[in-house]
Structure formats: structure tokens, C-alpha cells
């Protein structure tokens, strides 16, 4: 049974940082794209980050470009988000979800993911 499991989460202060992981179990980590997925309040999902299944290739979204890294450890089987210099407009349930391929897609595509996480709530607010 494929398993997405994100920690991490919670209020923090604009300019401040969180790292969320996401433990994956069920599949066999290290042959699939992983994404980051986040939905505002009120907004439609968006794709933050992408790492391919060997972690050579990576996409940030351009909304969180020099904030954002995307790493992950597949000894551990484990998805990490590192979040830097964070804005209100960051405010999100974060989403792990794998990819059905090895390399992520150029286009966000929903139904190229066939498991989601639980996700996290972030919030940043003074």
C-alpha cells in the first residue's frame, strides 16, 4: 500500500523558515518523480516543486525561486521541502505527491500523479 505521509508544518513568522518532509512507503522510492503541491485558501492546487527520481533534476515554481529547495534522500525514502524567507502569500496546505514516471513532466498535469499525501498546513502571518 503506497503511502505519503508530510510533517513539518505550523505558523511561522513572515521571513522565517520550515522544512517539510514527506515519508513514502508502498513503491519503490527512488524510480519516481515527486512533486510538492500546495492549495491556498480559496485557490485551485499549485505545483511548487518537482525532484525526478534520482534527484539530479529538479523545477521550482518561479513564486518561490531562491526560496524554496527540493531535496530528496532516497536511502530514506524520504521527500523534503526546505523553506526559506517565507511570505504571507506562502500560505498553503503542502501536498507530497508521486509522479506515475521517473522524470517529472514540464507541464503541471493532475492526473500524471496517482498518490497524494495528507497534507501540511503552513501558515505565515505576524
Known amino acids: 500500500q503506497v503511502q505519503l505521509v508530510e510533517s513539518g508544518g505550523g505558523l511561522v513568522q513572515p521571513g522565517g523558515s520550515l522544512r517539510l518532509s514527506c515519508a513514502a512507503s508502498?513503491?519503490?522510492?527512488?524510480?519516481?518523480?515527486l512533486s510538492w503541491v500546495r492549495q491556498a485558501p480559496g485557490k485551485g492546487l499549485e505545483r511548487v516543486s518537482d525532484i525526478n527520481g534520482g534527484g539530479a533534476s529538479t523545477y521550482v515554481a518561479d513564486s518561490v525561486k531562491g526560496r524554496f529547495t527540493i531535496s530528496r534522500d532516497n536511502a530514506k525514502n524520504t521527500l523534503y521541502l526546505q523553506m526559506n524567507s517565507l511570505k504571507p502569500e506562502d500560505t498553503a496546505v503542502y501536498y507530497c505527491a508521486k509522479n506515475r514516471y521517473y522524470s517529472c513532466s514540464y507541464y503541471y498535469r493532475e492526473e500524471e500523479y496517482d498518490y497524494w499525501g495528507q497534507g501540511t498546513q503552513v501558515t505565515v502571518s505576524s
Open positions: 508502498g513503491f519503490t522510492f527512488s524510480s519516481y518523480c
